[in-house]
C-alpha cells in the first residue's frame, strides 16, 4: 500500500490555465505539506496543514491555494499557471508536530 | 531566517572509498533529519537525529550531529555503486522542515 499518493504523477499544461493535484496519505498522520523542488533540485516548504487548519504559509503568490477536505488529504490548486511554475511538487505527512515527513512520489508540472 | 548549507553540492568517488557530506545550519533547530533521493524519484528518510552528540549508522551511512557547531555530517564508508543518489540534510525547526541544497553523489566503479 502506498503511504502517501499523489495524482497525476505527470502534468502537461499551457500558460493560464488551471489545475489542481491531489495528495492522500493512509499513515494516519496529522500534519500535511507541499513541497516544492525547482529544477536545481532545492526543495522549499509551501504549505502545512494539521488538522485541516492552514499552519505554514510560506510566500507563495496566492494563485496557489491548498484545500484539506480532511485529516488525510491536502490537494493543490493552482490558477493561471506560468511557466515558473514548472517543477516537481511533493506532498508529505508526519505526525504529532515532529516534522519527519514522509513523502509522495512527486508531480512532475510542466507550463509550456 | 533558517539557512541549511551543504557541501559539497557535487561529489563523485570511486568505489571503495570514504567521504564525507557536510551540513551546516545557521539557527538552532529541534531535530536534524537526512534523506536520500534517486533520479526522478521521491525522498527517503534515513535518519532522524534528535540531539547533541547523535550519531547514527546504517550500513555504510554513518551521521552524527554536533548542536553547539551547528553541524551534521554523512559519512560514508567503502562506498558501492548503490549508494549513488541526491543527499539533503533538513533542519527542524518550529515544526517546519527547511532544506540543505543537496549534495549529488556519483559513485564511479
Known amino acids: 500500500d502506498t503511504a502517501v499518493s499523489q495524482t497525476p504523477k505527470y502534468l502537461v499544461t499551457q500558460m493560464g490555465n488551471d489545475k489542481s493535484i491531489k495528495c492522500e496519505q493512509n499513515?494516519?498522520?496529522?500534519?500535511m505539506y507541499w513541497y516544492k523542488q525547482d529544477s536545481k533540485k532545492f526543495l522549499k516548504i509551501m504549505f502545512s496543514?494539521?488538522?485541516?487548519?492552514?499552519?505554514i504559509n510560506e510566500t507563495v503568490p496566492n494563485r496557489f491555494s491548498p484545500k484539506s477536505p480532511d485529516k488525510a488529504h491536502l490537494n493543490l490548486h493552482i490558477n493561471s499557471l506560468e511557466l515558473g511554475d514548472s517543477a516537481v511538487y511533493f506532498c508529505a505527512s508526519s505526525h504529532g508536530g515532529v516534522a519527519e515527513a514522509f513523502f509522495g512520489q512527486g508531480t512532475r508540472l510542466t507550463v509550456v | 531566517e533558517l539557512k541549511v548549507e551543504q557541501n559539497p553540492l557535487f561529489l563523485s568517488m570511486q568505489e571503495g572509498k570514504n567521504y564525507t557530506i557536510y551540513c551546516n545550519y545557521s539557527t538552532t533547530s529541534d531535530r536534524l533529519y537526512w534523506y536520500r533521493q534517486d533520479p526522478g524519484k521521491s525522498l527517503e528518510s534515513l535518519f532522524v537525529?534528535?540531539?547533541?552528540?547523535a550519531v547514527k549508522q546504517e550500513g555504510r551511512l554513518m551521521a552524527s550531529l554536533d548542536t553547539k557547531a551547528r553541524l551534521s555530517t554523512l559519512h560514508i564508508t567503502a562506498a558501492v555503486h548503490d549508494l549513488s543518489a541526491t543527499y539533503f540534510c533538513a533542519v527542524d525547526r518550529n515544526e517546519k522542515l527547511t532544506f540543505g541544497t543537496g549534495t549529488r553523489l556519483t559513485i564511479i566503479p
Open positions: 496543514y494539521n488538522n485541516k487548519e492552514l499552519i
Open positions: 499513515l494516519g498522520h496529522d500534519t
Open positions: 537525529l534528535l540531539s547533541n552528540g
